[in-house]
């Protein structure tokens, strides 16, 4: 190695271990490497072990000798489930089992080797808290990298006047009153739009907790990253930065992340890889190509969503009974109590036959991309929603868990690029807002939906783009911050 990579800093991405947010960390921690900063990438021992070691990720990063991947545990036994609900088991190891072994391998010196200086800097996900404390006392700077929507982490900041203004906790009858305590958002947020987290009645449950954690210590790290830019979420990047001053817009980073390695030529071999977890079905690519432009629903519900048989029943019903084709992607685990084994319904058979193709994971950026593609109908995770976004493609939401009750309401009232069902999966709405959508009001949709892909577009682009920009200043601040 020569002298110069030795004094290059040396950066730690630890991200949450969910697939939308390993995959927006991987791709940051490839254009650092790719602008000669060492980079160690830091998964849980189940991201890093039971999924990641089945796919080609790690291969990609061969082309950089200086990027390492290393694990943790998460405290949770390898058989248990770590979807829908259960997820937020894993935020009981965060302290108790992965702070003592984050804190051991940052002071031991395990993580330089002969090949590596020791780490100079560190990028955690905002739920690592303790992080921020931890980096002070050893003396590495640390930012924080929230890969959850803006809208919601602004909501997060509110928690602490939401609760003194008596409109969290909310009863059910208050979901559909409009919340006073989130600037910024008055006329439009509601009860229920407000993240899944703060239907919870109990203040003292360990996510409210944390939560109100989180908020408190990001203003205290040398920098907040956010997946988004100022021409998608500029006033509420304004608002956070009321509370956090040095913001680096740097998304939509998939989209920031193809721009900049065509620049770098590596085109060829990079941007179309896919960071998925699971294998992607490469067959629903041959099967779109045979379909007419715009024509076909795409329906996933990301990674760690779950539904019930009845739900997946109202949805298979709706999306047959529209009459459109659609592409499903089925994961396997996203039907609650019972495993991918679930039967075709008799009468939907034929018409899945005709006008579906059901797989269980695709490499969804490049289907979204697809001129098949007329419509998403989604969970509206983050980057699922920046990836629509993207390709201009509306969407019908269909809100989980976390921020997408946010996302999903900003889809609808404020990038206007689709209509929010939240908390509604039956047949009729479905059929209803299929058709509102392709048909009764297609050209709105198209109209908007571009004006977003455009607006999207200029933040990457290299010349003149804003997270271009804010992407060069970050790699300027860690080389500054990490002498
Ligand atoms: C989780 C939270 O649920 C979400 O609210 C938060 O915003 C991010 O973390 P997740 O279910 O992982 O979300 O959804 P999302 O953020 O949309 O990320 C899913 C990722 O998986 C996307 O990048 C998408 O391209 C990818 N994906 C999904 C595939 O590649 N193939 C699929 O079949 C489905």
């Given at each position: 190695?020569?002298?110069?990579?030795?004094?290059?800093?040396?950066?730690?991405?630890?991200?949450?271990?969910?697939?939308?947010?390993?995959?927006?960390?991987?791709?940051?921690?490839?254009?650092?490497?790719?602008?000669?900063?060492?980079?160690?990438?830091?998964?849980?021992?189940?991201?890093?072990?039971?999924?990641?070691?089945?796919?080609?990720?790690?291969?990609?990063?061969?082309?950089?000798?200086?990027?390492?991947?290393?694990?943790?545990?998460?405290?949770?036994?390898?058989?248990?489930?770590?979807t829908g609900?259960?997820?937020?088991?894993?935020?009981?190891?965060?302290?108790?089992?992965?702070?003592?072994?984050?804190?051991?391998?940052?002071?031991?010196?395990?993580?330089?080797?002969?090949?590596?200086?020791?780490?100079?800097?560190?990028?955690?996900?905002?739920?690592?808290?303790?992080?921020?404390?931890?980096?002070?006392?050893?003396?590495?700077?640390?930012?924080?990298?929230?890969?959850?929507?803006?809208?919601?982490?602004?909501?997060?900041?509110?928690?602490?006047?939401?609760?003194?203004?008596?409109?969290?906790?909310?009863?059910?009858?208050?979901?559909?009153?409009?919340?006073?305590?989130?600037?910024?958002?008055?006329?439009?947020?509601?009860?229920?739009?407000?993240?899944?987290?703060?239907?919870?009645?109990?203040?003292?449950?360990?996510?409210?907790?944390?939560?109100?954690?989180?908020?408190?210590?990001?203003?205290?790290?040398?920098?907040?990253?956010?997946?988004?830019?100022?021409?998608?979420?500029?006033?509420?990047?304004?608002?956070?930065?009321?509370?956090?001053?040095?913001?680096?817009?740097?998304?939509?980073?998939?989209?920031?992340?193809?721009?900049?390695?065509?620049?770098?030529?590596?085109?060829?071999?990079?941007?179309?890889?896919?960071?998925?977890?699971?294998?992607?079905?490469?067959?629903?690519?041959?099967?779109?190509?045979?379909?007419?432009?715009?024509?076909?629903i795409y329906v996933s519900i990301g990674s760690i969503a779950v539904m019930t048989v009845d739900q997946l029943m109202e949805l298979w019903h709706g999306i047959v009974n529209s009459?459109?084709?659609f592409l499903w992607a089925l994961r396997p685990g996203s039907i609650a109590g019972k495993d991918s084994k679930y039967a075709i319904p008799a009468e939907l058979s034929?018409a899945t036959?005709?006008?579906g193709c059901i797989v269980s994971w695709?490499?969804?950026?490049?289907?979204?991309?697809?001129?098949?593609?007329?419509?998403?109908l989604t969970h509206?995770?983050?980057?699922?929603?920046?990836?629509?976004?993207?390709?201009?493609?509306?969407?019908i939401?269909w809100p989980y868990i976390?921020?997408?009750?946010?996302?999903?309401?900003?889809?609808?009232?404020?990038?206007?690029?689709?209509?929010?069902m939240?908390d509604n999966c039956d047949r009729i709405l479905i059929e209803?807002?299929v058709?509102?959508?392709?048909?009764?009001?297609?050209?709105?949709?198209?109209?908007?939906?571009?004006?977003?892909?455009?607006?999207?577009?200029?933040?990457?682009?290299?010349?003149?783009?804003?997270?271009?920009?804010?992407?060069?200043?970050?790699?300027?601040?860690?080389?500054?911050?990490?002498?």
């Amino acid at each position: 190695m020569g002298k110069d990579k030795v004094k290059s800093p040396h950066v730690l991405l630890f991200p949450l271990p969910l697939q939308g947010p390993v995959n927006c960390m991987l791709k940051l921690a490839e254009l650092l490497a790719l602008n000669g900063l060492q980079c160690t990438f830091l998964n849980t021992d189940y991201i890093q072990n039971c999924l990641l070691k089945h796919t080609h990720v790690q291969s990609r990063f061969d082309n950089y000798p200086e990027f390492r991947f290393e694990a943790i545990p998460d405290g949770l036994p390898e058989d248990h489930p770590r979807t829908g609900d259960k997820f937020l088991d894993v935020a009981n190891g965060i302290q108790e089992v992965m702070k003592p072994i984050f804190v051991e391998m940052l002071t031991s010196g395990k993580l330089s080797s002969k090949s590596s200086s020791p780490v100079s800097f560190v990028i955690a996900d905002g739920f690592y808290s303790f992080a921020v404390d931890l980096a002070k006392e050893i003396g590495i700077p640390l930012m924080y990298f929230e890969t959850i929507s803006p809208c919601a982490l602004w909501t997060f900041f509110c928690l602490p006047r939401l609760i003194e203004l008596g409109e969290v906790p909310f009863k059910e009858e208050d979901y559909d009153r409009k919340v006073s305590g989130v600037p910024g958002t008055k006329n439009f947020l509601r009860g229920r739009d407000l993240p899944s987290f703060f239907r919870i009645s109990d203040l003292n449950h360990p996510i409210i907790q944390f939560i109100l954690k989180e908020i408190q210590e990001i203003p205290r790290s040398q920098g907040l990253l956010l997946n988004t830019s100022e021409n998608i979420d500029g006033p509420i990047i304004s608002q956070i930065s009321t509370l956090c001053p040095n913001i680096y817009n740097i998304g939509p980073l998939h989209s920031l992340h193809k721009s900049i390695l065509l620049s770098a030529q590596k085109a060829s071999s990079h941007t179309s890889s896919s960071n998925s977890l699971w294998e992607d079905d490469k067959s629903c690519m041959t099967w779109l190509d045979a379909q007419p432009q715009k024509s076909v629903i795409y329906v996933s519900i990301g990674s760690i969503a779950v539904m019930t048989v009845d739900q997946l029943m109202e949805l298979w019903h709706g999306i047959v009974n529209s009459g459109k084709r659609f592409l499903w992607a089925l994961r396997p685990g996203s039907i609650a109590g019972k495993d991918s084994k679930y039967a075709i319904p008799a009468e939907l058979s034929d018409a899945t036959k005709e006008r579906g193709c059901i797989v269980s994971w695709v490499f969804q950026e490049e289907v979204l991309a697809h001129p098949a593609i007329g419509l998403f109908l989604t969970h509206s995770g983050w980057n699922s929603t920046l990836e629509s976004l993207v390709e201009g493609v509306p969407m019908i939401c269909w809100p989980y868990i976390v921020d997408q009750q946010v996302i999903s309401r900003f889809v609808q009232e404020v990038w206007k690029v689709g209509i929010d069902m939240k908390d509604n999966c039956d047949r009729i709405l479905i059929e209803k807002t299929v058709r509102e959508i392709m048909e009764d009001r297609k050209d709105e949709f198209e109209k908007s939906s571009s004006v977003m892909a455009k607006l999207a577009g200029q933040s990457v682009a290299d010349q003149g783009g804003s997270s271009h920009h804010n992407f060069n200043r970050l790699l300027k601040d860690i080389r500054a911050m990490s002498v």
